[in-house]
């Protein structure tokens, strides 16, 4: 399935017009770069003002404000696109969200564009699909693949962690990538994907992989604060409150920290993300040793250094690479306009994903050369 050997010329098809559903920060829109630089994305879609004004704000377009589950095919057909990006809240399918999956409203908007799909005059050749582990054996990962198989798509999903693209970030998340089989073209060897248990071991993405390096270790991706600025430190008493629990601590030199929630940087510290050790590198410590955890000088990484892990393309920043390995500038560059606070930065970034591990997908599968 690996493209490895491809020229660029047959690596880009042409004139990838995609629609980006559930917008949020872009990062679908990035991975969708980082795969075919010179796709197009011709519309996005979201309600959260905060993520559109960022997507205007970095993209030059401005996200349609409306409840997917509002839009009629005429409204999905004038755009003439050929590519569907997705990724739809996650809380139906989470523990949190209390797992109620399509009975939960906010899967309706992922079930409209299952039933668009079987609607709309410009069927899209090409469709992405990104949520949490547990989507795979969700009732509405079932409605998706059945209409998918009944429109004659070719189907993959995938479970995979930012860590298996090189980046020191553990974010395993569920990807489906499904691609329009020419008319009448049927494999007959095809697996059943109305089975539950089709979510693919990805061999090339699985280490030791040639591919991709090892995660570079945390200090690759942090910031030059200055010397005593206390901007992301940990509150005390987010500290001094947590008993007996073991925070998630990193320290520059690791090559891994756990997921990024929406939750992070607000008192809802239990797994949320990691905090960064910035003191008293040799000491350690017990779950319940807060004075210990006290002198570790622990604080949050700072929004920028999260995008970075997300492998958002930061200004300056060459986070693409060529199939060669050369690196490559991204079309648009990533940074918060100055009118989102922090804790909206964080909250935006929790809700937002891996821009590598979705370009390398893209570039790999959904479009790889036949
Ligand atoms: C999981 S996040 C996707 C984040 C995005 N991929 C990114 O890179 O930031 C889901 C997004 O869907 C939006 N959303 C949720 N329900 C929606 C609906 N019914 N119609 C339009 N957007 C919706 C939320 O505001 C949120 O930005």
Known sequence: MSSETATPQEQTPDGVRALEFFSGL???HYGLEFAVPDACVVAAFDINEHANKCYLHNFGLKPIYTGIEYLDHKAIDKFRANCWLMSPPCQPYTRGGKELDDKDARAEGLLHLVKLLGQVTNVPRYIFV????????????????????????EIHEFLVSPLQVG??????????????????????????????ATVHSVPWLSPPSTRFPQPRPIADYLEDLAVGDQTYDVPEKFITKRHKFRFDVVK??????SCFTKAY?????????????????HKQYQADDQSALLTLGL????????????????TGEAELHNRDGSPRASRHAFTFPDSISMAQRWRLLGNSLNCRVVGVLMRDVLFRPT
């Open 26 to 28: 872009g990062g679908l």
């Open 252 to 257: 520059p030199d690791s090559t891994s920290g």
């Open 130 to 153: 990104e949520n949490v582990p547990n989507f795979e054996t969700s009732r509405s990962r079932e409605l998706l693949v059945e209409k998918l198989d009944e429109l004659n798509y």
């Open 265 to 281: 940087g607000s008192h809802h510290v239990i797994g949320s993300g990691s905090f960064l050790q910035t003191r008293n590198f």
């Open 299 to 314: 604080r949050f990484f700072s929004p920028t250094e999260v995008a970075r892990l997300h492998a958002f393309p930061i």
């Open 167 to 196: 980046v020191p970030n553990d974010r395993k998340r569920y990807y489906l990538t499904a691609r329009l089989r020419p008319e009448g073209v049927r494999d007959p060897c095809d697996p059943s994907y109305l089975d539950s």
